[in-house]
């Protein structure tokens, strides 16, 4: 039965969330490029800016935890109550991540192709978090409509 529910919400959902499942499994893969490759903000001024932030090291872990986190909580989203208000956590924190990137990027003051990626990925996770936070808004609403005890069934 849970394993029938979770297919059906996954099917019914991943089409307007596919933006979310990729973008957090980006975040997962950056963290994978920057632990296998330990000089890699050493090989160009493109990553100066987010060295100055924090190291590398630091930023392999903490965009593995974030990738991670909202995968999770992509997967369980539906099983209890919708989770947008989390999403939109999630799609906010990874829209600031895009964001250092992109201006990473452009601080470097040389024309790369990441300055046609990443500009485009942080507003893919902009437009997550409004579409996200617009669902919190239905979620809200339609949770408070639910009899006090509905919560203990």
């Given amino acids: 039965m849970l394993v029938a529910h979770v297919s059906t919400s996954l099917r019914q959902t991943f089409p307007t969330r596919e933006t979310e499942w990729m973008l957090s499994a980006m975040m997962i893969h950056w963290s994978v490029v920057l632990g296998s490759e330990p000089n890699l903000f050493d090989r160009s001024p493109a990553y100066d800016f987010l060295a100055s932030v924090m190291g590398q090291e630091a930023w392999s872990t903490v965009?593995?935890?974030?990738?991670?986190?909202?995968?999770?909580?992509?997967?369980?989203?539906?099983?209890?109550r919708r989770s947008p208000h989390i999403r939109a956590l999630g799609a906010f924190i990874g829209a600031g991540f895009w964001f250092f990137v992109?201006?990473?990027?452009?601080?470097?003051?040389?024309?790369?192709?990441?300055?046609?990626?990443?500009?485009?990925?942080?507003?893919?996770?902009?437009?997550?978090?409004?579409?996200?936070?617009?669902?919190?808004?239905?979620?809200?609403r339609i949770f408070e409509k639910r009899p006090p005890d509905a919560d203990s069934l």
């Fill in 102 to 140: 992109a201006l990473s990027f452009v601080l470097a003051d040389r024309n790369s192709t990441g300055l046609a990626i990443y500009p485009w990925l942080f507003l893919a996770d902009a437009i997550n978090i409004f579409r996200a936070s617009g669902e919190a808004g239905v979620s809200d």
């Fill in 63 to 80: 965009l593995f935890w974030a990738g991670l986190a909202r995968l999770v909580t992509l997967g369980i989203n539906g099983l209890w």
